[in-house]
């Protein structure tokens, strides 16, 4: 259903970290479709195609950097992806840079930082 | 009363092996921390247990409740745990065979004491506890002490783990734009988060998984941080550390045992900091 709002697709494992995002982002005023691992972001986008991407790079079954690839290259699309990364990680958000990752943003996130990229990411929309 | 009788019994042969072991040449240190351990498990397991036989007695009887048995598991592991542990260093210093006799004898009765601490909570399996407690209970108790602090205590150890800052949850309370349920909310995903860290690592422990223990403590990393729990948080750092670098399991298991003693207090700690901000939002 298609509610005029900016469609976001959030992929983190960690429940504890989705949830406080997902409210923070339903708040800035998105429609947030939460998934918890690589498998479950494929199928939501052999479904449906978001706005804007945020994933965090760790995942079981499929990685961040993975996503990267399969949505620039695989699909060929040019939706904006945000990365989510722990710190120590540097070598990850290369590789994420390098393959098309638009921005990242480090753990522990701030809600209130990642609304602002996510706003500067589909502003230049 | 059967499980009573024995275990005093096994008690009693631990003392007396314990008392004669401890007049061989020994360091009186380790010595007096082993009988002092033991002196207090003991005095602690009659008392539980004169304390149980006296509720039996009575007509009104009703039977242990979990929270009872969890209680008195809770306060036989620590002491049990310095047994283990100490006796483990000395099995590891110079002993003549006699003496190794007499520490494999103290070792193996402590096993069958952690076997009955394990009966104990088994009771509460029967006993159909559902939902977090149950899983609270499990996963934090049924472990085989495995620390051994003498070893590990440095003088760095402060350093290692750091000094636990007063918990404040306001800053998350703000990223939740005050709104207290989502906290609480969070607090309940926070604690499934360490229930199943603490499962999956006394699994990789026991498997030697060191890429295992790495996962799970850099996951369970981020929700510490999130919640200002900086004693478990370089608890945990140091598994992630040590589980790619030195791989020294016996360190790994030391850091394990830490986080499980720690984590009750930052528990209770978070539990007081909710309640304290409900009332003053109140």
Request: charge should be negative; proline fraction near 3%.
């Amino acid at each position: 259903m298609n509610t005029g709002k900016r469609q976001l697709l959030l992929a983190e494992d960690d429940q504890l970290l989705a949830s406080l995002l997902k409210y923070r982002l339903l708040k800035g005023g998105y429609d947030v479709h939460l998934v918890h691992d690589g498998k479950e972001v494929k199928d939501f986008l052999s479904r449906t195609l978001p706005d804007i991407i945020i994933s965090d790079i760790m995942m079981p079954y499929f990685s961040g950097i993975e996503l990267i690839d399969h949505v620039r290259n695989e699909l060929g699309l040019k939706i904006p992806i945000i990365i989510i990364s722990s710190a120590g990680n540097e070598e990850n958000v290369l590789s994420a840079f390098e393959l098309g990752a638009n921005d990242f943003i480090s753990k522990p996130v701030s809600p209130s930082e990642l609304l602002v990229r996510v706003g500067r990411e589909l502003g230049k929309i | 009363m059967l499980k009573s009788e024995n275990l005093l019994k096994k008690l009693s042969d631990l003392e007396r092996t314990l008392r004669d072991f401890s007049m061989e040449e020994l360091p009186a240190i380790e010595s007096a921390r082993i009988q002092k351990s033991l002196a207090s498990f003991s005095s602690q397991l009659e008392e539980k247990i004169s304390g149980n036989e006296n509720d039996l007695s009575s007509e009104d009887t009703i039977p242990a409740s979990p929270e009872i048995i969890y209680h008195i598991s809770s306060d036989l592991k620590r002491p049990l745990e310095d047994i283990i542990g100490c006796t483990d260093l000395l099995k590891e210093s110079q002993l003549s065979r006699e003496q190794h006799h007499y520490v494999d004898a103290i070792l193996a009765a402590s096993d069958i004491l952690i076997d009955i601490n394990n009966q104990l909570l088994g009771s509460l399996k029967s006993q159909g506890l559902k939902g977090p407690g149950k899983q609270a209970i499990q996963s934090i108790r049924q472990i085989k002490p495995m620390t051994t602090p003498e070893k590990y205590q440095t003088a760095n150890s402060t350093h290692i783990f750091g000094q636990q800052k007063k918990l404040d949850l306001n800053p998350v309370l703000e990223d939740c734009l005050g709104q207290v349920e989502l906290l609480e909310e969070l607090v309940g995903l926070f604690k499934i988060n360490v229930l199943e860290f603490i499962g999956e690592v006394k699994l990789h422990l026991q498997n030697s998984d060191f890429k295992g223990i790495a996962f799970a403590s850099h996951k369970i990393k981020n929700g510490l941080k999130m919640l200002n729990a900086s004693e478990l948080f370089a608890i945990a750092e140091q598994m992630d550390i040590l589980s790619k670098s030195d791989k020294d399991i016996k360190h790994l298991r030391f850091l394990f045992g830490c986080f499980i003693d720690e984590y009750p207090a930052i528990e209770k700690e978070i539990e007081d900091a909710i309640q304290k901000l409900k009332t003053k939002q109140g």
